[in-house]
Structure formats: structure tokens, C-alpha cells
């Protein structure tokens, strides 16, 4: 992983740009659509990002992807983690509700918690833009949350790296209300993660992937794509069952 040069970071941002653009006039139109039972605030689209700090920006050359990260994906991550070191219990049995006020707690925000919510979904993103060479290819987004939504009488996280937190954990604790223990380094490396295995399943011409996040523990991830602007999204990754000889490493 390395900080790119800044002739490349124009390039990466010029590139970027439009499918932003195209995305959030996309988002914009969806909330026209009366039928749609689950809707965010248009409030949530009044901004765009459509360049990120170049600082945030790392290349891994190796694995064939770059991520982008926004200032206020970045500075939550590790929020999130700093809050999971320091009060594990807080993010066991709870609801994502109730994850969302321990960060709040911690993080110094000025307005309420409704607005702090809102705050976090607010092109709060990560962008995983595929390389061949010197050419840019496919984009994933990683939002770290789309919305709450009640299951089983508690509410989850749904969309973006929230929603995928709750299948891993840091130091024998898991990252959001479930049971599943397997530890990473941080937070980063789940993100790391995803881009990996976005890039390996394109690499197949296919939107799902399955990989290994250690030597121990196979996942699958799944994709999905927005054709009218034609960012992809993350669908789900989760830990699976299937027999580790058919797992690509």
C-alpha cells in the first residue's frame, strides 16, 4: 500500500468524478418513486463528494485496487474502533440504534444524535476503484451505513461497512451485537477486504466472491450493480460453510 503521486491522484479524481455525479442524480431521482417502501431523506443528497483528500487515497499495486476515503468515512472507522477498544460491551446484544449513541457519545458532535445519524450517512464513503496497469476500471462505494431497518425486534445496520462489522471482531470482540469471532487487525483491513474480493470477483466476471480473511476462515461476498451510473455496491459478505477446497485464496 502506498499514498499515490499527485499526476495519478488528478488522473484517479477526473475519473472518478462522473460516476459520482451520475450516482447522486440517480439517488435523487429513486426518491420520486412513490412505490419504493424503503426511501432515505433527500436531505441525505444535497451533497456530493466528488474528490477525496490525497492523503486518503492508497494504492495496493499488488491486489490491483485503489481506495479512496472520505474524510468523514475515515475519521468514524476509527472512531468505531478507538470506542471498541476502550468499551467492548457496549457493541454486545445491543441494536445498531444503540451502537450509533455510543459513537455519538464519543465523537464531540455539535447537533443531536437525529442529526449525528444523518451525519453518517451523508456521503460518509469509501470508493474502491480497480486498476489494470495504468488504467482505472470497475467502482465499488462502501457507505458506512444506508439505513436502520427492524428485524426480529431490534434494528440492524443495512448497507454499506457497518452492516459487514457484525461478522468480525478485534480481540475476541465482536464489532456489532452478534457472535461470530474473527479477529482482524482493524477496521481498515475489513475495508481492505472488501476491495480485495470486489476486485477478485471481477476479475471472474461475476459479483460474488469467495475468499479466505485468514487461514482459517472462508467468507463469501456478493455485489451488486447500479446500471444507471454503474457504481457497484456491496450486497453482503458474511462467513460460509463451503468446504475450503473450493475457496479461492
Do not use: W
Not at 61 to 69: K, V
Not at 199 to 213: G, H, R, T, W
Amino acid at each position: 500500500m502506498k499514498l499515490m503521486e499527485f499526476s495519478r491522484y488528478k488522473k484517479l479524481m477526473e475519473y472518478l468524478e462522473p460516476y459520482t455525479l451520475a450516482l447522486n442524480k440517480h439517488e435523487m431521482l429513486l426518491l420520486k418513486d412513490e412505490s419504493r417502501k424503503e426511501k432515505r431523506s433527500p436531505s441525505l443528497h444535497n451533497i456530493v463528494q466528488t474528490n477525496f483528500p490525497i492523503n486518503y487515497c492508497f494504492e495496493h499495486i499488488s491486489s490491483g485496487f485503489i481506495l479512496c476515503y472520505s474524510n468523514r468515512f475515515m475519521n468514524t472507522i476509527t472512531l468505531y474502533e478507538n470506542c471498541v477498544r476502550n468499551n467492548p460491551q457496549k457493541f454486545q446484544g445491543g441494536d445498531s440504534i444503540s451502537i450509533i449513541k455510543v459513537l455519538y457519545d464519543s465523537s464531540k458532535y455539535l447537533g443531536c444524535i437525529i442529526e449525528y445519524d444523518k451525519y453518517l450517512r451523508t456521503e460518509a464513503c469509501c470508493y474502491v476503484v480497480r486498476t489494470q496497469n495504468d488504467t482505472f476500471g470497475e467502482i465499488l462505494r462502501i457507505d458506512l451505513f444506508r439505513m436502520h431497518k427492524k428485524e426480529r425486534n431490534k434494528y440492524v445496520f443495512i448497507g454499506g461497512l457497518f452492516h459487514c462489522l457484525k461478522h468480525f471482531s478485534i480481540d475476541n470482540n465482536n464489532l456489532c451485537n452478534n457472535n461470530d469471532i474473527n479477529n482482524t487487525f482493524d477496521i481498515m483491513h475489513i475495508v481492505y477486504l472488501i476491495g480485495h474480493a470486489f476486485c477478485n470477483a471481477k476479475k471472474e466476471n461475476s459479483l460474488v466472491c469467495n475468499f479466505f480473511s485468514d487461514v482459517k476462515h472462508p467468507y463469501i461476498a456478493a455485489f451488486y450493480l447500479e446500471k444507471e451510473s454503474g457504481v457497484y455496491f456491496i450486497d453482503t459478505i458474511h462467513r460460509t460453510k463451503i468446504s475450503t477446497s473450493k475457496l479461492k485464496h
